[in-house]
T-cell receptor, first 116, second 111 residues
Framework: GAVVSQHPSWVICKSGTSVKIECRSL??????MFWYRQFPKQSLMLMAT?????????EQGVEKDKFLINHASLTLSTLTVTSAHPEDSSFYIC????????????FGSGTRLTVV | AQSVTQLGSHVSVSEGALVLLRCNYSSSVPPYLFWYVQYPNQGLQLLLK??????LVKGINGFEAEFKKSETSFHLTKPSAHMSDAAEYFC?????????FGSGTKLNVKP
């Protein structure tokens, strides 16, 4: 149980376009989902906390107008990279936790974004 | 505030040798501690977690970790390394809300 599906697994887009990444909890509900970014050879960096039915909470230094997060239901959060640039190329991972647990995050398989 | 420090960005061991990956945490409340493994171009996989039960935690693939409050450590060990253990390992701490990761340790296993 506690499966998180992330889609797409990889995407290539042109500079200036927008890309949407989906994070779905398949067999549980999650009021909170987290979005991380991983640069090559570096650790995960928490970008934002996605809250169902309310605005996301962004970490310091993360542009909320560039990384739009929508958490419209208890099983889906989306991250949209707007007006993408090559420096946005990275590995994006989401995570979530079932409502009835206070530990044990499940991570999606990640999305490799390449902006050309 | 929560944080973790992983000592050694790269660790190299011979196949069959002991694996020891170090993690020290900082937490203002009793922490939840985790070890994750990441294979290239894949998401994280949970190896094991500490949630204030037994201090010696056994995980998957023969890994285990011991929570030592006096040393604020949660080191990951495996008695005998296998080639398939070559990956990047992340220690993480949570206060029940957000989760914070260490910088990762890349494990290389030599034949």
């Amino acid at each position: 149980g506690a499966v998180v599906s992330q889609h797409p697994s990889w995407v290539i887009c042109k500079s200036g376009t927008s890309v949407k990444i989906e994070c779905r909890s398949l067999d549980f509900q999650a009021t909170t989902m987290f979005w991380y970014r991983q640069f090559p050879k570096q650790s995960l960096m928490l970008m934002a906390t996605s809250n169902e039915g309310s605005k996301a909470t962004y970490e310091q230094g993360v542009e909320k107008d560039k990384f739009l997060i929508n958490h419209a239901s208890l099983t889906l959060s989306t991250l949209t990279v707007t007006s993408a640039h090559p420096e946005d190329s990275s590995f994006y991972i989401c995570s979530a936790r079932p409502l009835d647990r206070d530990y044990g995050y499940t991570f999606g398989s990640g999305t490799r974004l390449t902006v050309v | 505030a929560q944080s973790v420090t992983q000592l050694g960005s790269h660790v190299s061991v011979s196949e069959g040798a002991l694996v020891l990956l170090r993690c020290n945490y900082s937490s203002s409340v009793p922490p939840y501690l985790f070890w994750y493994v990441q294979y290239p171009n894949q998401g994280l996989q949970l190896l094991l977690k500490y949630t204030s039960a037994a201090t010696l935690v056994k995980g998957i693939n023969g890994f285990e970790a011991e929570f030592k409050k006096s040393e604020t450590s949660f080191h990951l060990t495996k008695p005998s390394a296998h080639m398939s253990d070559a990956a990047e390992y992340f220690c993480a701490v949570s206060d029940g809300g957000r989760i914070y990761f260490g910088s990762g340790t890349k494990l290389n296993v030599k034949p």
